[in-house]
């Protein structure tokens, strides 16, 4: 009988197919926890992939958070009585530590910022065109962007009242230059007009030396230039031209009572009721620049590199000395001073202690600063018409 060749064949073939068949496992979930750490250990979880990921790959279905926990340094022993100290006391309590080495300060961030420094903090919440003064209004599109302006104002002097700024600005370009009034809405940068001129625009009374503006609790917006005029602005597009018999006009602000009026040979009191005629207050005051008042009446002033201080019954001080370039000055609602000089503006407290600096390297060419009693509007000139702005802080 022939032996049966098939059978071994077979055995062969299944022989070497399962010989060369990859052997499998169960793949683990990586990295794990081991039982002794599921209390104080997660897994890394760099982030989740996808819809229905494996939570088994992103901690073990806990979510992570941070540990909020004051950092505790290693506890030390005092050499001298052999008891145990912390070494993360702080500064609260002492001046110097267990062992005699005085204690770092308080930490207090640059520039007086913060609760620490007791400063207030400020930062540019936007920049207001002021030259919108187009014949076509910016509203319409394309149109409005493109079309060339009537005149080229550049901003002087600056107040704000609530939520509207009010400038004067200049035109030096052509040869009938000229000075007005403007208002713009502080909200939106817009709400542009022209409050300073007559006759649909056309005309303009204020002199191209045009400087300082404020307001006074009705409403009723002032200017000066820098020869003897005021001019009153009732309502829009309505200028009385005052001969106030002043001379080097600088800036001028509204107190409780009458116009104060900083020029270069001192300051200038005019009542409400008769603004043609001004007595001095504050004897002995040259002032060099700009003028502001707080709520009481007091009158800040910048007089060289020192602000002084003039009370309503012309009581004279230095407020703060050896600011160097100091164009002008304004007061909040807290009794925070504020002066603008030619590159920043610097804070102080009611005290003539300086807190904060903020605005450096934010101006082209800065003129006046005003206040609506919370936030700061600084007026920059600009280097021509087309970068003229009301830098605004919040």
């Given at each position: 009988?022939?032996?049966?060749?098939?059978?071994?064949?077979?055995?062969?073939?299944?022989?070497?197919?399962?010989?060369?068949?990859?052997?499998?496992?169960?793949?683990?979930?990586?990295?794990?926890?081991?039982?002794?750490?599921?209390?104080?250990?997660?897994?890394?979880?760099?982030?989740?992939?996808?819809?229905?990921?494996?939570?088994?790959?992103?901690?073990?279905?806990?979510?992570?958070?941070?540990?909020?926990?004051?950092?505790?340094?290693?506890?030390?022993?005092?050499?001298?009585?052999?008891?145990?100290?912390?070494?993360?006391?702080?500064?609260?309590?002492?001046?110097?530590?267990?062992?005699?080495?005085?204690?770092?300060?308080?930490?207090?961030?640059?520039?007086?910022?913060?609760?620490?420094?007791?400063?207030?903090?400020?930062?540019?919440?936007?920049?207001?065109?002021?030259?919108?003064?187009?014949?076509?209004?910016?509203?319409?599109?394309?149109?409005?962007?493109?079309?060339?302006?009537?005149?080229?104002?550049?901003?002087?002097?600056?107040?704000?009242?609530?939520?509207?700024?009010?400038?004067?600005?200049?035109?030096?370009?052509?040869?009938?230059?000229?000075?007005?009034?403007?208002?713009?809405?502080?909200?939106?940068?817009?709400?542009?007009?022209?409050?300073?001129?007559?006759?649909?625009?056309?005309?303009?009374?204020?002199?191209?030396?045009?400087?300082?503006?404020?307001?006074?609790?009705?409403?009723?917006?002032?200017?000066?230039?820098?020869?003897?005029?005021?001019?009153?602005?009732?309502?829009?597009?309505?200028?009385?031209?005052?001969?106030?018999?002043?001379?080097?006009?600088?800036?001028?602000?509204?107190?409780?009572?009458?116009?104060?009026?900083?020029?270069?040979?001192?300051?200038?009191?005019?009542?409400?009721s008769t603004i043609t005629a001004g007595t001095e207050l504050g004897a002995g005051v040259i002032p060099t620049g700009g003028v502001g008042a707080d709520k009481a009446g007091n009158v800040?002033?910048?007089?060289?590199?020192?602000?002084?201080?003039?009370?309503?019954?012309?009581?004279?001080?230095?407020?703060?000395?050896?600011?160097?370039?100091?164009?002008?000055?304004?007061?909040?609602?807290?009794?925070?001073?504020?002066?603008?000089?030619?590159?920043?503006?610097?804070?102080?407290?009611?005290?003539?202690?300086?807190?904060?600096?903020?605005?450096?390297?934010?101006?082209?060419?800065?003129?006046?600063?005003?206040?609506?009693?919370?936030?700061?509007?600084?007026?920059?000139?600009?280097?021509?018409?087309?970068?003229?702005?009301?830098?605004?802080?919040?």
């Amino acid at each position: 009988m022939k032996k049966n060749k098939v059978l071994p064949l077979v055995f062969l073939l299944i022989t070497s197919f399962t010989a060369c068949t990859k052997k499998t496992t169960t793949i683990v979930p990586y990295p794990s926890v081991s039982p002794s750490g599921t209390a104080d250990v997660q897994n890394y979880s760099p982030y989740q992939q996808g819809v229905g990921a494996n939570p088994d790959y992103y901690g073990n279905g806990t979510s992570l958070s941070d540990d909020t926990s004051s950092f505790d340094n290693p506890t030390a022993t005092n050499p001298t009585t052999g008891t145990p100290v912390s070494n993360n006391g702080g500064t609260t309590g002492s001046t110097t530590d267990e062992f005699g080495v005085p204690n770092l300060p308080d930490y207090s961030p640059p520039g007086g910022g913060g609760t620490s420094g007791g400063g207030v903090t400020y930062a540019l919440a936007g920049n207001i065109a002021v030259d919108q003064d187009s014949y076509v209004p910016s509203s319409i599109p394309y149109i409005g962007q493109l079309a060339p302006s009537r005149n080229q104002w550049q901003a002087i002097g600056v107040a704000a009242s609530g939520s509207t700024i009010m400038l004067t600005a200049s035109d030096k370009s052509g040869l009938l230059k000229k000075g007005t009034a403007i208002t713009i809405s502080a909200a939106t940068g817009k709400d542009w007009k022209n409050v300073g001129s007559e006759y649909l625009g056309t005309r303009h009374k204020m002199d191209a030396t045009v400087k300082g503006i404020t307001v006074d609790s009705s409403g009723k917006i002032y200017t000066i230039d820098a020869e003897k005029y005021i001019y009153v602005i009732p309502k829009a597009n309505t200028v009385s031209k005052v001969d106030a018999g002043f001379s080097g006009g600088l800036d001028v602000v509204a107190v409780s009572d009458g116009l104060v009026i900083s020029t270069t040979t001192g300051l200038k009191k005019y009542p409400f009721s008769t603004i043609t005629a001004g007595t001095e207050l504050g004897a002995g005051v040259i002032p060099t620049g700009g003028v502001g008042a707080d709520k009481a009446g007091n009158v800040y002033v910048v007089s060289s590199n020192i602000i002084k201080k003039v009370t309503p019954a012309g009581v004279v001080s230095d407020f703060t000395t050896g600011v160097d370039s100091a164009l002008d000055v304004t007061v909040n609602n807290e009794g925070k001073v504020f002066v603008l000089t030619n590159q920043k503006v610097i804070v102080f407290d009611e005290a003539g202690k300086q807190v904060n600096t903020f605005g450096e390297g934010e101006f082209v060419a800065p003129q006046a600063i005003a206040s609506n009693g919370v936030d700061i509007f600084v007026s920059d000139s600009g280097s021509t018409y087309k970068d003229s702005q009301i830098a605004m802080y919040s």
